[in-house]
């Protein structure tokens, strides 16, 4: 395809990619995770699981996308030469609408505290606070409209195209997302008792680790990484030739632990200091942080106004990134398969979206929209972060190690011999061929029951 775009620098590379990574996964789903799941072993399983199985997998998406220069679906059935193969790709765009439906909900949560923030509204007490959570979650209007809001940003982004649209606006959000991080964490960790909420972010408690513990730490790992989606292999395909993939996933994958770690310690140090326990799961940054904001900063109440509206702003930006890399992946699709143009294939996606984040925003609190005995927004964050990202890694990995050609995975990993990452080329391959799908496998056994 001639008019295929293409990241401009390598600095872009890193930005937009590291922005799909960079999301809600790091500044909402880990910071509760690591509440629920004992703080600092959590943490531990969590960077096992990016070492062994996110690096490795994101370098498979990479290898696949690179190569194939095409959409998630072409690129799978062309780099195993087998039209099933195009099957992965599918299920993965399948995937990432279905997480952008919900995610976009989530994100909507974010602009509707942001301007909240702004005006001043989440002053209250407790009980407030809480109230207003449920009643704004709950209403069946707002929130939708939100979301659908969220999602059309997001469309008029990707419209203006992989260089003008996703680069541009990685290269400007993620710079300010981590400046904002760093503020609020400062402001964090130098609050009284603050020590609390470090120390249940480093130091270990192994008794905390379960087979849950791994189960929850492999799900949040992928999905922080944007992994087991194609997103990462459709992102590969505006790489340039000279991309060095190893060095480009670590870069990635630490930035991405990086900014968790800082989520957690501008979340619990604050939490701590008010005596607010850490495991209160998902609304932890809807329901307790205002809490916290305000108690925290009660003895300079304009500080704790500030960093409520930086808090949220921050979310926002951190949304947006990741919600542009998982439009882009159906775009992609519709605009080279359907051979749509650009803008038609972005509304088609964003209309399909905008429906399911219409589903999965009345589900909440209402107890009649639901699959499988769960909300319907609480059922596909399972079914996608669980079952459907795992699959698609596995699947992704069997292929790139056992059913694809051995010198084109070499030649993309090491760049034509080019790069001094081909001493690592052995591990990777073990890693990609065994530890991964093995896993993985048991991972899904067990989560199913059968062992
Ligand atoms: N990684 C993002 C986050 O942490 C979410 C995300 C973006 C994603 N693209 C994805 C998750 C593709 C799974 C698949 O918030």
Same mark, same amino acid.
């Given at each position: 395809m001639k008019d295929r775009g293409h990241f401009g620098s390598k600095i872009g590379i890193v930005l937009a990619t590291a922005g799909s990574a960079v999301?809600?996964?790091?500044?909402? $789903?880990?910071?509760?995770?690591?509440? #629920?799941?004992?703080? *600092?072993?959590f943490i531990l399983v969590y960077l096992g699981c990016i070492l062994f199985l996110g690096i490795p997998g994101m370098l498979s998406e990479f290898i696949v996308g690179r190569h194939s220069q095409s959409n998630a679906a072409r690129a799978y059935a062309s780099f195993s030469g087998g039209k099933a193969w195009g099957l992965v790709g599918i299920l993965g765009i399948l995937t990432s609408t279905i997480i952008l439906g919900f995610y976009s909900v989530v994100a909507g949560w974010c602009l509707q505290y942001l301007g909240a923030s702004v005006t001043g509204q989440l002053k209250g007490d407790p009980t407030y606070v809480l109230h207003y959570f449920q009643s704004f979650s709950g209403n069946p209007v707002k929130p939708a409209i939100l979301g659908i809001a969220f999602i059309l940003i997001t469309h008029f982004i990707v419209v203006r195209g992989v260089r003008n649209?996703?680069?541009?606006? /990685? %290269?400007?959000?993620?710079?300010?997302? &981590?400046?904002?991080?760093?503020?609020i964490v400062v402001a964090s960790v130098t609050l009284?008792?603050? /020590? %609390?909420?470090?120390? +249940?972010?480093?130091?270990?408690? +192994?008794?905390?680790?379960t087979t849950k513990v791994f189960?929850?730490? @492999?799900? #949040?790992?992928? +999905?922080?990484? /944007?992994?087991?989606t194609a997103c990462l292999c459709t992102y590969a395909s505006y790489f340039s030739r000279h991309t060095h993939l190893l060095q480009s996933a670590s #870069?990635? *994958?630490?930035?991405?632990?990086?900014?968790?770690?800082?989520?957690?310690?501008?979340?619990?140090? *604050?939490?701590?200091s008010v005596?607010?326990? !850490?495991?209160?799961? !998902?609304?932890?940054? &809807?329901?307790t942080l205002p809490n916290v904001f305000q108690q925290a900063f009660s003895f300079m109440p304009i500080l704790g106004y500030v960093i409520s509206i930086l808090f949220y702003a921050l979310l926002v930006f951190a949304a947006l990134t990741s919600t542009i890399s998982m439009h882009e992946i159906g775009t992609a699709f519709f605009?080279?398969?359907?051979?749509?143009?650009? /803008? $038609?294939?972005?509304?088609? @996606?964003?209309?399909v979206c905008s429906v399911i984040a219409v589903f999965c925003s009345l589900s909440v609190g209402k107890p009649d929209l639901q699959l499988f005995g769960k909300p319907l927004m609480d059922f596909c964050d399972f079914l996608t972060a669980q079952v459907m990202l795992p699959a698609g890694a596995m699947l992704t990995s069997i292929l790139v190690g056992w059913c694809a050609s051995k010198t084109i995975v070499r030649e993309e990993f090491t760049n034509?011999?080019?790069? $001094?990452? %081909?001493? +690592?080329?052995?591990?990777?391959?073990?890693?990609?061929?065994?530890?991964?799908?093995?896993?993985?496998? @048991?991972?899904l056994m067990h989560e199913f029951g059968v062992i």
């Amino acid at each position: 395809m001639k008019d295929r775009g293409h990241f401009g620098s390598k600095i872009g590379i890193v930005l937009a990619t590291a922005g799909s990574a960079v999301g809600l996964g790091n500044i909402w $789903r880990f910071p509760y995770m690591t509440g #629920q799941n004992g703080g *600092a072993a959590f943490i531990l399983v969590y960077l096992g699981c990016i070492l062994f199985l996110g690096i490795p997998g994101m370098l498979s998406e990479f290898i696949v996308g690179r190569h194939s220069q095409s959409n998630a679906a072409r690129a799978y059935a062309s780099f195993s030469g087998g039209k099933a193969w195009g099957l992965v790709g599918i299920l993965g765009i399948l995937t990432s609408t279905i997480i952008l439906g919900f995610y976009s909900v989530v994100a909507g949560w974010c602009l509707q505290y942001l301007g909240a923030s702004v005006t001043g509204q989440l002053k209250g007490d407790p009980t407030y606070v809480l109230h207003y959570f449920q009643s704004f979650s709950g209403n069946p209007v707002k929130p939708a409209i939100l979301g659908i809001a969220f999602i059309l940003i997001t469309h008029f982004i990707v419209v203006r195209g992989v260089r003008n649209g996703i680069e541009r606006a /990685s %290269k400007l959000l993620m710079p300010l997302l &981590f400046i904002l991080l760093l503020v609020i964490v400062v402001a964090s960790v130098t609050l009284p008792d603050a /020590s %609390k909420g470090i120390e +249940f972010l480093l130091k270990p408690d +192994f008794s905390k680790v379960t087979t849950k513990v791994f189960l929850e730490a @492999l799900g #949040q790992a992928f +999905f922080s990484l /944007s992994l087991g989606t194609a997103c990462l292999c459709t992102y590969a395909s505006y790489f340039s030739r000279h991309t060095h993939l190893l060095q480009s996933a670590s #870069q990635i *994958a630490l930035i991405d632990f990086l900014i968790a770690l800082l989520a957690g310690l501008m979340i619990f140090p *604050a939490a701590f200091s008010v005596g607010v326990q !850490p495991d209160s799961g !998902p609304s932890l940054i &809807f329901i307790t942080l205002p809490n916290v904001f305000q108690q925290a900063f009660s003895f300079m109440p304009i500080l704790g106004y500030v960093i409520s509206i930086l808090f949220y702003a921050l979310l926002v930006f951190a949304a947006l990134t990741s919600t542009i890399s998982m439009h882009e992946i159906g775009t992609a699709f519709f605009h080279e398969e359907l051979k749509l143009r650009r /803008s $038609r294939a972005a509304w088609v @996606l964003t209309v399909v979206c905008s429906v399911i984040a219409v589903f999965c925003s009345l589900s909440v609190g209402k107890p009649d929209l639901q699959l499988f005995g769960k909300p319907l927004m609480d059922f596909c964050d399972f079914l996608t972060a669980q079952v459907m990202l795992p699959a698609g890694a596995m699947l992704t990995s069997i292929l790139v190690g056992w059913c694809a050609s051995k010198t084109i995975v070499r030649e993309e990993f090491t760049n034509n011999e080019t790069s $001094r990452s %081909k001493v +690592f080329y052995p591990a990777y391959l073990f890693c990609v061929r065994y530890i991964v799908p093995v896993s993985i496998f @048991l991972i899904l056994m067990h989560e199913f029951g059968v062992i």
